[in-house]
């Protein structure tokens, strides 16, 4: 998959690319809207990573010339502004998805995996882990014909962690995802561990949980199978 | 009639001189008559004379009645024409004060984002008075845009390096050759940074609040929202086993506020309520019209109280009650009295230590 990045700040933007080059993503990088119209109209991207603030012109008049030259790609507005007039112009003018700084690049992959889970229909849409099979379009936990009973906030958590399997997740991160800016304090990040308790108590009644580890002083990680 | 009037002159001996006018009662050829009579010596080599002029004073009645009539229209008249005079005045001459009072003072709401006209007028004095409100309110247009302008640079400039970190440190987190030992200090610093992002955070949406950077455009019945609120925080409830009993008027309607606020609200005061209450306690949310005819919204616990010397504190920005456990950035009251304030609500807050907090809420 394709991703151009404009992003003014070359610190930042070489910090996405970093990140996402390890999951695998193929990344340009603009610092201009000028350089990243240019390289719109040239080449084919999956993902247009856009900031709003950029030193030659508005970001939102980018996305407009943008989208007429490669109307295919999903574009994700990152702004530092947090204006919620931004928000909804841009979803008006066709972004699919806003995110506001400062974001987790977690936040940003599995932004972009939603997009491609729209995009692409049922092919991503079902994951198992151990003997569970969890589907993201239905959301519902399964072993074989038993339905284990989620609840809302429960099923994010699980399906987060799912979806960056193998990777250490902090309870702030966990926390973020789920409560976004209702966050106040540490006081949430503490009940991810009630959540995470009540995940391992609803599925170890059907079958093993072993693949849900702590991560001492950290977090949790859904250890990735062979 | 006859004998209306009577002169009669005839010399007199008196040395009194008389000049008045009484009324009094003449013989006159065999008749007598009350008469108004005015009396006058005059002299004429050495011999007094009086002189008496007098009128019937039936015949005066006669005439009074009709002179009063006439006094009476007059005045009607007078009183009518100065009405006229004044509703000319009032219509006519006032009206751009009229229309200065409409345009600039009434119909008129924070920020002035129409385009502020100037009144028509031939009069000086208006005209200044115009201008002056122009100005005024472009004035406080533009300190308001500036104030705009701000808080979005600062949340620029604050929050682009503050993503910077958290890319950085959520890179180095994943990092293969990180070993456990470093993995904890990252987490450390990960956190530390989540504190100032969200002080940050929440500075910034008070000031949006402050600056009325929100639309007031929402009709909210409080009886969905509190539902959406213990929906979102049902499981730390279930988790501490409070009891929590919802009251409110299904039907009732708040008109024109913001609802992502009002949801705020009431999120940061009951998961205070659930976080400062005891094992197994309770929270009870009602609502009332009070005597005055305001509604209320009442959100009672059993929590752990807040001692009276810092009630009034409460409220105040970085001010936190004296409770350690859980570490909070203490703003979420804050940010709960800007919103507050912002739709001009009120508040009330009692407590009794380990017994509980009362708070109620007026709209």
């Known amino acids: 998959m394709k991703v151009l990045i404009v992003e003014d700040e070359k610190m930042l933007a070489a910090e996405i690319e970093n990140f ?16 990243g119209l240019d390289k719109i109209t040239i080449n084919m991207y999956d993902f247009v990573l856009l900031d709003l603030g950029l030193p030659d012109f508005d970001g939102l008049q980018l996305l407009k010339d943008a989208r007429k030259h490669n109307p295919d790609a999903a574009y994700i507005i990152l702004t530092a502004r947090g204006d919620t007039d931004d928000r909804i112009r841009g979803l008006d003018l066709g ?20 997009i491609n889970r729209r995009k692409f229909g049922l092919k991503d849409q079902v994951l198992s882990i151990g003997d569970f099979i969890v589907d993201l379009k239905l959301r519902v936990v399964k072993l074989g014909i038993n339905e284990i009973e ?77 | 009639m006859l004998k209306e009037e009577y002169i009669a002159l005839e010399p007199v001996d008196s040395t009194v001189l008389i000049d008045t006018i009484t009324t009094s009662r003449r013989v006159i050829e065999r008749d007598t008559l009350d008469y108004r009579v005015l009396m006058y010596t005059h002299i004429i080599e050495k011999q007094n004379y009086l002189i008496e002029i007098g009128r019937t004073t039936e015949t005066i009645t006669q005439f009074i009645k009709p002179l009063q009539k006439v006094a009476l229209n007059v005045l009607v008249l007078l009183i009518g024409i100065t009405l006229v005079l004044d509703l000319f005045f009032t219509r006519f001459l006032l009206r751009p004060l009229g229309k200065i009072i409409k345009s600039k003072l009434q119909n008129r709401k924070f920020p002035f984002n129409e385009q502020i006209d100037a009144v028509k007028t031939t009069t000086e004095d208006f005209r200044l008075l115009d201008k002056s409100f122009i100005a005024l309110m472009e004035q406080i247009n533009e300190a308001f845009e500036k104030e705009r302008e701000f808080t979005s640079n600062a949340s620029h400039e604050l929050m682009t390096p503050i993503s910077i970190l958290q890319s950085k440190m959520e890179n180095m987190m994943m990092a293969e050759d990180v070993g456990e030992n470093q993995q904890e200090r990252i987490l450390e610093l990960m956190r530390t940074l989540s504190r100032l992002k969200k002080i940050v955070n929440a500075l910034l949406l008070i000031s949006r609040i402050e600056n009325e950077q929100f639309g007031k455009t929402n009709n909210v019945s409080p009886s969905n929202l509190i539902a959406e609120v213990i929906e979102e925080l049902k499981e730390r409830m279930e988790e501490k086993g409070l009891r929590c009993t919802v009251n409110l008027h299904p039907h009732h309607q708040l008109e024109g506020v913001n609802n992502d606020l009002l949801f705020q609200l009431f999120y940061n005061l009951v998961n205070n309520s659930i976080r400062y209450n005891k094992p197994g306690g309770s929270i009870t949310i009602v609502d009332r019209i009070a005597a005055d005819g305001r509604y209320e919204i009442i959100i009672r616990d059993t929590g752990s109280g807040i001692p009276p010397a810092e009630l009034p504190n409460i409220f105040n920005r970085f001010k936190k009650a004296g409770r350690t456990e859980g570490e909070g950035v203490g703003l979420g009251l804050a940010i709960v009295k800007s919103i507050l304030d912002f739709h001009g609500m009120t508040i009330q807050v009692s407590s009794r230590l380990s017994e509980g907090t009362n708070i109620v809420i007026g709209v």
């Open chain 1, 95 to 114: 972004a699919d998805d806003y995110l506001a700084k400062p974001f987790s690049l977690l936040e940003l992959q599995s932004r972009m995996q939603a």
């Open chain 1, 150 to 226: 989620l609840s809302k906030k429960e099923f994010d958590l699980l399906s987060y962690l799912l979806l960056h399997r193998n990777r250490p997740l902090t309870r702030m991160q966990l926390s973020e995802h789920i409560w976004g800016n209702y966050v106040d304090d540490d006081y949430d990040s503490n009940f991810i561990d009630v959540h995470i308790k009540n995940i391992r108590k609803k599925l170890s009644a059907f079958g093993t949980v072993e693949w849900l580890e702590t991560i001492r002083g950290v977090g949790y990680k859904i250890r990735k199978q062979d």
């Open chain 1, 20 to 35: 996402l080059r390890r999951a695998h993503y193929l990344c340009d990088i603009s610092h201009t809207a000028n350089e």
